[in-house]
């Protein structure tokens, strides 16, 4: 069954670090983007980093270099690793793949979008 399943959120302290995971299963890597979006409290909904089919992330500006996006393929897990994290970090990560991920989100219209993961980030 086709699905993409997020697991790895949590609390962590202001300047802690997280890694959050996305099993992914029933497409391949060659026609799919896969990548990460999150709603936090008061903005609206925005992609924190996306890995194309070629390797190539894109639309990083919301963390700004405090994340790193990885693909394990063999193991079909896609990581976010998180660092320096904020209180206004704090809410809810998204998986999402699809044939092309934009700089929106759109639960609706992507092929797969997780159920999220929700990440807290407070003293």
């Known amino acids: 069954q086709a699905d993409v399943q997020e697991s790895g959120g949590g609390s962590v302290q202001p300047g802690g670090s997280l890694r959050l995971s996305c099993r992914l299963s029933?497409?391949?890597?060659?026609?799919?983007?896969v990548g990460w979006y999150r709603q936090t409290g008061g903005h609206e909904c925005e992609p924190v980093s996306v890995l194309s089919t070629t390797g190539t992330s894109y639309f990083e500006d919301a963390m700004r270099g405090r994340e790193t996006i990885s693909l394990d393929k063999p193991n079909r897990i896609l990581y976010l690793q998180m660092n320096k994290l904020k209180p206004e970090d704090t809410g809810v990560y998204y998986c999402a793949a699809d044939r092309s991920l934009h700089s929106w989100c759109d639960p609706d219209k992507y092929t797969y979008w997780g159920q999220g993961t929700q990440v807290t980030v407070s003293s």
């Open positions: 029933g497409f391949s890597f060659d026609d799919f983007d």
